[in-house]
C-alpha cells in the first residue's frame, strides 16, 4: 500500500470552496486559520464563546450550532476533545443526515478506535466519504502548517482531502481502513509521553549533578539519547525559549488529553493483549500529574515532578 502521500500532487479533484470546522481548541483554531488564509470560507463552530469570538475575530464565518455549519460546504473537519463529543455530533445530532453526500469528512480528534469506526460505518452506509485523520505535530505544528495527519479510511478518498491536508500539514500517512489512523495515533502518543517522561527525568538529574541543562540538552540531542521532546520541546524551563516549558507549561498539548490518550492506548492494549509495562508507567505518572491539580498545562510539565519543590 502507499505509506506516505508528501509525494502527492498538491491538487485533487476537489476544488474546496468551503470548509467547515468544528472545534477551535489550541489545535483546532490554528488549523482552520490555515485554510482560511488560503483563501476557502470557513463555517466554523465550538461550544466556547472565546473560541467562537476568535474565530470571528480572524474573519470566520461562526455559526450557532454544529448543524448550521454543514450547509453548503465542500468537506467538514472536527477537531474535538474526546469520545463523548465525536459522538454526540456524528451520531446523535441529526448531522449526517443534514450533510451533502458530496461532502468529504476528515475526522481528527483522538479518539477510541472502535468510536471511529462507528462513526464511519454509519457514514459510509449513507454514502457520505470520511476519513479518521488525527494529527501528530502540537500547537506549534498547527500554527505553522506543519502538521503530519494519519489517516484511517478509504484510501479512494484521500484524494478529496489532500488539498486540505497540504493547507494544514506537511506529511500525510495512510495507515489503513477506518480506524487505523486512531490505532497508529495512540501507539505514537504513548511513546511521546514515555520519551517525554524520560527526557524529565533524565535532564533533572544530569541538573542534580551540577550540568547546565542547556549544554546537557544539546549534548544528548546529537547522541543517541536524542528524540523529539529533546528536539522540539524541551521540557526544561529557559532551554527553549518558545517551548510551554519556558511560559509556565501555558498552551500546547494538555495533561489532561495526554491521560486521555493512554487510558485509550491502555484499552488498546488490553484489548488486542499487547504488553505495554513502560505505556502502564507513563499513565500513572500523568495520572499522579492530573490529580495533583495540573490538567490545564502541558504535557511537558511533567519535569516538575523532578525538580526541588
Not at 506543519?146 to 500539514?169: C, H, Q, R, Y
Not at 487505523?180 to 495515533?185: E, F, L, N, Y
Not at 490518550?261 to 504488553?275: F, I
Request: glycine share 10%; net charge negative; with cysteine.
Amino acid at each position: 500500500y502507499r505509506l506516505s502521500l508528501e509525494d502527492q500532487p498538491s491538487g485533487g479533484s476537489l476544488k474546496m470552496k468551503k470548509v467547515g470546522f468544528i472545534g477551535l481548541g489550541n489545535m483546532g483554531l490554528p488549523m482552520a486559520n490555515n485554510i482560511l488564509n488560503a483563501g476557502i470560507r470557513v463555517n466554523a463552530f465550538d461550544l466556547s464563546r472565546d473560541a467562537m469570538k476568535k474565530a470571528d475575530e480572524l474573519g470566520m464565518v461562526t455559526k450557532s450550532s454544529a448543524l448550521d455549519v454543514v450547509e453548503n460546504i465542500d468537506a467538514l473537519i472536527t477537531m474535538l476533545p474526546n469520545d463523548t463529543a465525536v459522538e454526540s455530533i456524528y451520531l446523535k445530532e441529526d448531522l449526517l443526515e443534514k450533510i451533502s453526500k458530496n461532502t468529504i469528512i476528515i475526522e481528527s480528534s483522538t479518539i477510541n478506535p472502535e468510536v471511529s469506526k462507528k462513526v464511519s460505518k454509519k457514514a459510509t452506509e449513507m454514502n457520505i466519504s470520511i476519513l479518521d485523520a488525527p494529527v501528530s505535530g502540537g500547537v506549534k505544528g498547527a500554527e505553522l502548517g506543519s502538521l503530519t495527519f494519519i489517516v484511517g479510511g478509504n484510501e479512494a478518498d484521500l484524494e478529496k482531502a489532500t488539498p486540505l491536508f497540504k493547507i494544514m500539514g506537511d506529511k500525510t500517512f495512510y495507515a489503513g481502513k477506518a480506524g487505523s489512523g486512531q490505532i497508529a495515533k495512540l501507539c505514537n502518543n504513548m511513546l511521546l509521553a514515555i520519551h517525554m517522561c524520560g527526557t524529565a527525568e533524565t535532564i533533572a538529574m544530569g541538573v542534580n549533578n551540577g550540568l547546565d541543562p542547556a549544554i546537557l540538552s544539546e549534548i544528548m540531542k546529537s547522541s543517541s539519547g536524542g528524540n523529539w521532546s529533546l528536539e522540539k520541546y524541551n521540557p526544561f524551563p529557559g532551554v527553549m525559549k518558545e517551548a510551554p516549558a519556558s511560559n509556565n507549561y501555558s498552551g500546547g498539548f494538555l495533561n489532561s488529553l495526554m491521560l486521555k490518550d493512554l487510558n485509550l492506548a491502555e484499552e488498546l492494549a488490553t484489548q488486542s493483549k499487547s504488553n505495554t509495562p513502560m505505556g502502564k508507567l507513563a499513565r500513572e505518572l500523568y495520572k499522579e500529574l492530573n490529580n495533583q491539580g495540573f490538567e490545564e498545562l502541558d504535557f511537558s510539565s511533567i519535569q516538575q515532578n523532578y525538580l526541588d519543590k
